[in-house]
Each structure stands twice: as structure tokens, then as C-alpha cells.
């Protein structure tokens, strides 16, 4: 059967950039595979962004655009991208325009090449471009996570792909930017198999990341410790 991908992307006041990186994943997605989709999620923008979204998608039909009437963040948009994803795979994409193309390009030939129905998670490679203080804390986090769950992955928030039936079937329990984390840990003690590749960010200036807003950062904690003890004493008090 031919391979498929359903590309998610949330958009939050993304504004001119927004057209060249939705078309440049598409041209990607386009020279990998034969059949794809992009969900692009407007978050409730306050500027062109979703009027810009609607326009790309009336010049390719293989954009599918979602309009939220309130600010929802990161983790809501994935949980409703893979509910609405209609291709065998579905790729995780947030910032791609942080992302290099190439990178891009190599993670989705990695899913098409997939035969094991394995998750792939990836890490920022060139780690040594971003600013140290978010190095510091994204060693800090992963350290965290791999201690709590016993894991070993250098990071959680990179792009991510799933077979979608198998990933639709996984709780989400958090609307924040530890979404993509909650994924990959309860995929992976769900017992799908993983791979963790790693990927080229862009050097950027002038630019921030929502990561580190209070709610994305008490969404982490709390998914964590929520996991935790599922996965964990909820577990043993099932088999008492």
C-alpha cells in the first residue's frame, strides 16, 4: 500500500513568514510523498495569519485549515490534528520555520523508509547555535523525564511521526507544549516501538519561543507528574 503523511502545524501570529514556510514544507512533502496532507492549526492569531492560512489553502488543495475561536495552545492543536488526520502516518511539526528544510526532508524520508510501525522522535543536533540558557534548561527537562520514566532521549519536543491509528489510540491529557512529550512517553510505554534521529535547526535572531510561558511550563510539570503515577502506582494498584 502506498505510504501516506499527514502533516500538523500549529500557527500562532506566524504573520508574512507563514506562506513560504507552509509552501516550503509542501514542496517537501510533495518530493517525498505522492500522497499528503498539512492540517495548519490558526490559533486564534491576532494578525494575517489566519487569513493567510485560508488563501494557501485555496491554492493547494492538499492544506486543510482550522480556525480556533480561542487561544488553545500547542498540545491542543496536535491532539485535534491527529484526530483529524485521514493519512496512514502523522507528522508532529511545530516552529518549521526554525526547522532546516533538509532536516525536513530527512525526517520524512525516514517515516516513508519505516517498516516497523516504529514512533520517531528526534533532537536538536546542533544544540551549540542556540542561546545557553536553553540548552541548560533542555538538558534539564530531558534529564528529568528520562529519570522519571526510565528513558534515554536527548530530547522531547522535536518533530515527532506515528503510525495515526496507532497514535490516536494514545491519551493526551494536556493542551500545553508537553503535549509532544506526553506522546512520546506513553507511546513508547505502550510498547510501539521508537527511534530518536537527529535533526539541524536554523540560527535565528531577534526571535522567542512560547516554550517557556508559565502555562506551557506548569502544562509540563503537571503532565509529567499525571504519567508518573499512571504509569506507575496506578498501574500497581491495578495488579493488587
Known amino acids: 500500500m502506498e505510504k501516506s503523511i499527514s502533516i500538523v502545524i500549529p500557527a500562532y501570529n506566524e504573520g508574512l513568514e507563514l506562506e513560504k514556510t507552509i509552501n516550503d514544507v509542501g514542496n517537501i512533502a510533495k518530493s517525498v510523498f505522492s500522497d499528503y496532507e498539512i492540517l495548519l492549526f490558526d490559533d486564534c492569531s491576532t494578525d494575517e495569519t489566519g487569513k493567510i492560512a485560508d488563501k494557501l489553502a485555496l491554492k493547494n488543495r492538499k492544506i ?8 488553545m495552545n500547542m498540545g491542543y492543536n496536535f491532539k485535534m490534528g491527529i484526530k483529524n ?54 538538558h534539564l527537562v530531558a534529564g528529568t523525564l528520562n529519570l522519571m520514566f526510565g528513558l534515554n532521549l536527548k530530547y522531547y519536543f522535536g518533530m515527532q511521526a506515528y503510525e495515526t491509528e496507532r497514535i490516536k489510540k494514545i491519551k493526551v491529557t494536556t493542551n500545553s507544549f508537553g503535549a509532544l512529550a506526553e506522546l512520546l512517553i506513553r507511546s513508547i510505554k505502550a510498547g510501539i516501538p521508537h527511534r530518536h534521529i537527529p535533526y539541524y535547526v536554523r540560527r535565528t535572531t531577534g526571535t522567542s519561543t512560547t516554550a517557556f510561558r508559565f502555562r506551557n511550563v506548569a ?16 498501574k500497581q494498584r491495578m495488579l493488587k
Open 64 to 71: 486543510r485549515v482550522f480556525h480556533n475561536k480561542r487561544n
Open 85 to 138: 488526520a485521514s493519512k496512514k502516518y502523522v507528522m508532529l511539526l511545530s516552529g518549521p520555520d526554525s526547522v532546516s528544510l533538509e532536516s525536513i526532508k530527512g525526517f520524512l524520508k525516514e517515516i516513508k523508509s519505516s517498516n516497523d510501525g516504529a514512533s520517531i522522535s528526534s533532537y536538536i543536533a546542533n544544540q551549540e547555535i542556540r542561546p545557553g540558557y536553553r540548552q541548560k534548561i533542555s
Open 219 to 234: 502544562g509540563i510539570i503537571l503532565m509529567a507528574i499525571r504519567v508518573f503515577f499512571e504509569t506507575n502506582f496506578a
